[in-house]
């Protein structure tokens, strides 16, 4: 007859935080896995800095999580979003609003072609942050005239310094 383990010796499995993987239902804020390059995100703010992390800090592709009408009733997109570009928080001038405020990532839904204005996280590969500035430099000029006309400042060749200065302010500098 063999007796139980003493309490400080049995193992405990109680499902770790850190895998708790999302189900086919992404919660708001929580963890999940990429889309695009199938790592795992933790929504921990410690680590992104931000409340609601939107999108991979490894590949910075998102997911299109609006809810729009469907027949008769409403359904979330769930479709990848591409990080197309880089652009900056408008702000109160509207006459020089690309002067303003802090770098954000473009996304576009690669279904329904929602455009979307996402905060860079801190912990956002910052190598990948400057592949998305440069791919966008080749964006056609009806590309960025589609995204002017829905408000958004794509930053271009011009706003480089801007770039690399935004990208040391948020703590790239060492990275870039
Ligand atoms: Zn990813
Ligand atoms: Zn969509």
């Known amino acids: ?6 309490e ?17 239902k992404m919660p708001a804020g929580g963890d999940f896995c990429c889309l695009h390059c199938r790592g795992f995100v933790s929504a921990d703010p410690m680590l992104s800095g931000v409340k609601n992390r939107n999108h ?7 997911r299109h999580l609006d809810m729009y009408q469907a027949g008769d009733r409403l359904a979330v997109c769930r479709a990848p979003m591409r990080p197309l570009g880089l652009s900056l928080k408008p702000g109160r001038n509207r006459y020089a609003p690309h002067q303003a405020g802090e770098l954000m990532l473009v996304h576009v839904c690669q279904a329904c072609g929602k455009v979307s204005l996402n905060r860079v996280a801190a912990d956002d ?14 964006l056609s000029s009806s590309e960025t005239a589609r995204f002017a006309a829905l408000g958004v400042w794509v930053l271009g060749d011009q706003d480089r310094s801007t770039v690399y200065q935004r990208l040391q302010e948020v703590g790239y500098g060492e990275k870039v």
């Open 1 to 6: 007859m063999t007796r139980p383990l003493p």
């Open 56 to 62: 991979c800090p490894y590949c910075l592709w998102s």
């Open 125 to 138: 590969d910052a190598g990948q942050l400057m592949a998305v500035y440069r791919d966008s430099l080749a």
């Open 8 to 24: 400080k010796f049995r193992s405990r499995s109680r499902p770790s935080q850190l895998f708790r993987l999302a189900g086919p």
